[in-house]
């Protein structure tokens, strides 16, 4: 053993070796970095041999140095590889937070590129040559897309929730249901986010009922607020109440002084319940019903950016974008980029609307997707996979509309001596990955989140495999 790990060449002769000088040329590394990462491949084939073989291997020189400088290219690859990689989604889960939520509009994409590649007016006034604010490049379409008196824009509707109660309602109360109290993708809780505001959280009713005079009793000099919460990914149904805004509204009356304040979550800005999808009020609405400030994300059902807009009374906004933490939740022009182009295409005709790849997504009828597994089920022939069409369903995500399912066509693929699982880890470590489903024992993709371009991706994938 000793005699095979002396054959290792010192790190000094490795670096004469024109292996070494061409890789490092290649992939444009200094002899440091380079340097560095042989030392650890040098040592990981140490480690190797040490616990594998058994003084009975005797590779010749030449197979060493193959296996160092194999070793170390595989090395430079990986590391010089993106962290953050395009992923194919075949979940059908429109909105996947695992997989980044909300695709952005080819004109959303066009902005951010310009704010990105050039200088722009972030805070700066064209007009008259002063110094701008960047609230301002996205208020007015807020507003126009709202009908909100004024609005502004942070880092997620996390932050959003955030900067409200620690803005408004520090040191004093927040009335809020029970059944409202919820915990959604597992780190966005509003009891805790509540507590680290300093806020106190006055809990109403019952997990399934809340009354009107639930809230009407909480109400003391304290109070600041009253906070309605969208449940989001959680649904009570059965025996169940809660208390609409327009009531509140009147209760609101005898307490000018406290804040109505609606935590939409998803926002939509399009009425889905015109195409017979979900339950879900708009903004406009939920400003229209009384809500004296509301909050929602800019990547759940509105499809643009990560971010959280706040929209609401103007004096209530003024007060928000005062506030120290505005500047320390405050978003990046290419979100404002994205953002301001996303929330454009509301102001334009449905069919404008259609560009938003999100909206797209939910609204793209059963036939639609029926040509696509088509297509799919086309160029997949010939090839050692069965390939089956299927009907099923796809859900939003993100929290957003739980139990709407929306029909679509799906592809089931199996292979001979293939189980489920081994084709789905194949998919989904190829390149780019393919996450797909598995449904009845069969791997599934589902066409209503799959491109025409992505078809021949995954074609050609199956090919590979
Ligand atoms: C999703 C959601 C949030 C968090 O929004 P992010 O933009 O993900 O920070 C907050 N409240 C509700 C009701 C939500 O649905």
Redo the contacts with the bound molecule.
């Keep these: 053993m000793k005699e095979l790990l002396r054959q290792l060449p010192p790190i000094h002769e490795i670096q004469k070796n024109e292996k070494f000088i061409a890789i490092k040329g290649m992939y444009n590394l200094s002899q440091d970095q380079l340097t560095a990462m042989t030392k650890e491949v040098v040592a990981l084939i140490r480690t190797e041999w040490l616990h594998t073989t058994n003084g009975e291997y005797t590779p010749t020189a030449e197979q060493i140095q193959n296996r160092i400088f194999e070793a170390l290219e595989k090395k430079v690859k990986d590391s010089s590889a993106y962290s953050l990689q395009r992923v194919i989604n075949g979940t059908g889960t429109i909105l996947h937070t695992n997989l980044g939520r909300a695709k952005l509009s080819e004109e959303a994409i066009d902005q951010v590129v310009l704010a990105a590649r050039n200088y722009s007016n972030l805070e700066y006034n064209i007009e008259n040559g002063t110094r701008g604010s960047r609230h301002d490049i996205i208020e007015k379409v807020i507003k126009s897309v709202t009908g909100a008196e004024a609005a502004m824009v942070v880092n ?4 959003a ?1 955030y900067l409200i109660l620690k803005a408004l309602a520090k040191e004093k109360e927040v009335i809020v249901s029970r059944g409202e109290l ?1 915990e ?2 597992g780190s ?1 809780r ?1 009891s805790a986010i509540m507590e680290e505001s300093g806020a106190t959280l006055v809990e109403v009713g019952t997990t399934n009922k809340t009354h009107p005079y639930d809230y009407e009793e909480a109400i003391r000099e304290q109070t600041a607020m009253i906070m309605k ?5 959680f649904k009570t149904i059965g025996f169940t109440a809660s208390v609409p805004l327009k009531s509140l509204k009147s209760i609101k009356k005898d307490h000018p002084q406290v804040l109505l304040y609606e ?4 926002g939509a800005l399009l009425d889905f319940r015109d195409h017979q999808i979900g339950e879900e009020p708009t903004v406009r609405e939920a400003l229209g019903n009384g809500a004296d400030i509301v909050s929602f ?4 059902l509105l499809g643009g950016p ?3 807009i706040i929209a609401g009374k103007k004096s209530i906004i003024k007060r928000l974008k005062k506030h120290q933490l505005a500047r320390v939740l405050r978003v990046d022009k290419m979100t404002l980029a994205a953002l301001e182009a996303t929330l454009k295409a509301y102001t334009f005709s449905d069919e404008k609307q259609n560009d938003i790849p999100t909206v797209k997504a939910i609204l793209e009828s059963k036939s639609s997707i029926q040509k696509r597994a088509m297509q799919f089920l086309e160029k997949g022939q010939g090839l050692p996979f069965h390939i089956k069409l299927e009907e099923g369903t796809s859900q939003i995500g ?3 509309m739980p139990g709407v399912e929306l029909a679509t066509f799906l592809v089931s693929i199996a292979r001979k001596g293939w189980s489920a699982q081994q084709l789905f880890n194949e998919l989904r470590l190829s390149e780019p990955s393919i996450v797909t489903r598995i449904i009845d024992e069969k791997v599934h993709i589902d066409l209503r989140t799959i491109t025409a371009e992505e078809i021949d991706i995954i074609i050609t994938t199956l090919q590979r495999l």
């Excluded at 919460?229 to 990914?233: A, E, I, R």
């Excluded at 935590?263 to 998803?266: A, P, Q, T």
């Excluded at 994300?297 to 759940?300: A, E, L, M, P, V």
């Design positions: 997620n509707n996390a932050a929730v919820v959604i993708g966005f509003v919460v969208h449940t989001s990914n935590d939409l979550g998803s994300s800019g990547d759940k990560q971010a959280g993100g929290g957003t």
